[in-house]
Nanobody, 115 residues
């Protein structure tokens, strides 16, 4: 069963930046379409961005131009670069396949955007 480990979250002021990382066992990150998801308090988990094995990326309208999903195949690592963060970006961020592996959600990375 694949497991994902997210890191890089934290507290940042509005307008600030963070880069999230995601590691997984094996080469799943390099061969599957991967996604970053987030879940804000009291809300359902939503897809933020995804990247295909060929490198095609799609970002949700709410983060387009501010977030960038990428992947380093040599390091078997998935990234989410976030700039111009807004308070509404506050959430726990998760990585997973797209579509997601049902029982493989990690602990997530907490991102809090507040002054």
């Amino acid at each position: 069963q694949v497991q994902f480990v997210e890191s890089g979250g934290g507290l940042v002021q509005p307008g600030g930046s963070l880069r999230l990382s995601c590691a997984a066992s094996g080469t799943i990150i390099t061969i599957r379409t991967m996604g970053w998801y987030r879940q804000a308090p009291g809300k359902q988990r939503e897809l933020v961005a995804r990247i295909t094995s060929g490198g095609t990326t799609i970002h949700a309208d709410s983060v387009k131009g501010r977030f960038t999903i990428s992947r380093d195949n040599a390091k078997n690592t998935l990234y989410l670069q976030m700039i111009s963060l807004k308070p509404e970006d506050t959430a726990v961020y998760f990585c997973n396949g797209h579509p997601p592996y049902r029982n493989s959600w990690g602990q997530g990375a907490q991102v809090m955007v507040s002054s």
